[in-house]
C-alpha cells in the first residue's frame, strides 16, 4: 500500500505560506489544511475579544489541524499542511504525522524587512480577516524568531521575498521527484 503524501509548507507569520500553498495546492492537486482557516472558523463561532483570546484560539486551531491531518493521512488521503510550525512546540504533533506519511518540509524564508513590511501592511488592509488582530501583533515592529521542526525528513527553503527562489516550478518538480507526487499537466 502506498502511504500518503504529506507537505508541510511552514514558515514565520507573513513569510507568504498561504500564497504559496494555494499555487502548490493547485499544481499538485491536493487539499490543504490551513492552521489560519481553522481559527478563522473557531472565531466565527466563538469569538475573541482581545489578542490573548485570539492566541487560544490560535492553540486550539493547532489542536484541531493535527486531529484532521492524522485523521486524514490514516484513511490514506494525502494533504498540505500550512500553519508556522514552531521548533520545540510542533515537534511530537508533526512526527506522528510523518510517522504515517511520506512527508517534506517545504520552508518560507523572507528577508526580515519583507517580514515587517507584510505586518504592517496586514494592520492596515481591511480585507485581512479581523480575528487574527495584526494591528496588535508586536511583530510589526520587529520580525519574529523561526525554527521550524528538525525532524529527519526532505526540507526545501524557499526566498518569499520577492516571488520564489527557488522558482514554482522547480518546487514543484522537487516536490515531485521527493514525494512522488504527480505534476498537473
Known amino acids: 500500500m502506498i502511504r500518503p503524501r504529506l507537505l508541510i509548507v511552514t514558515g514565520s507569520p507573513a513569510a507568504g505560506k498561504t500564497t504559496l500553498t494555494t499555487k502548490l495546492a493547485s499544481e499538485l492537486e491536493l487539499p490543504v489544511?490551513?492552521?489560519?482557516?481553522?481559527?478563522?472558523s473557531?472565531?466565527?463561532?466563538?469569538?475573541?475579544?482581545?489578542?490573548?483570546?485570539?492566541?487560544?484560539?490560535?492553540?486550539?486551531?493547532?489542536?484541531v489541524v493535527f486531529a484532521v491531518a492524522h485523521e486524514l493521512l490514516g484513511s490514506g488521503v494525502s494533504l498540505i499542511l500550512e500553519a508556522p510550525f514552531i521548533r520545540g512546540v510542533s515537534d511530537a504533533d508533526i512526527e506522528a504525522l510523518i510517522d504515517i506519511s511520506t512527508a517534506a518540509f517545504v520552508v518560507c524564508t523572507p528577508r526580515p524587512e519583507i517580514v515587517v513590511d507584510r505586518y504592517r501592511r496586514r494592520a492596515i488592509n481591511r480585507a485581512r480577516y479581523r480575528g487574527h488582530m495584526d494591528q496588535v501583533r508586536p511583530e510589526m515592529v520587529r520580525p519574529p524568531s523561526f525554527e521550524e521542526p528538525d525532524l529527519g525528513v526532505p526540507r526545501l527553503r524557499v526566498d518569499t521575498s520577492?516571488?520564489?527562489?527557488?522558482?514554482?516550478?522547480?518546487?514543484?518538480?522537487?516536490?515531485?521527484?521527493?514525494?512522488g507526487i504527480a505534476k498537473c499537466v
Open 42 to 63: 473557531l472565531f466565527d463561532s466563538v469569538g475573541a475579544e482581545s489578542l490573548a483570546a485570539s492566541q487560544r484560539l490560535g492553540r486550539a486551531a493547532y489542536g
Open 33 to 40: 489544511l490551513s492552521k489560519d482557516l481553522v481559527k478563522e
Open 162 to 179: 520577492d516571488g520564489y527562489q527557488p522558482s514554482l516550478p522547480e518546487i514543484v518538480s522537487w516536490l515531485s521527484e521527493t514525494l
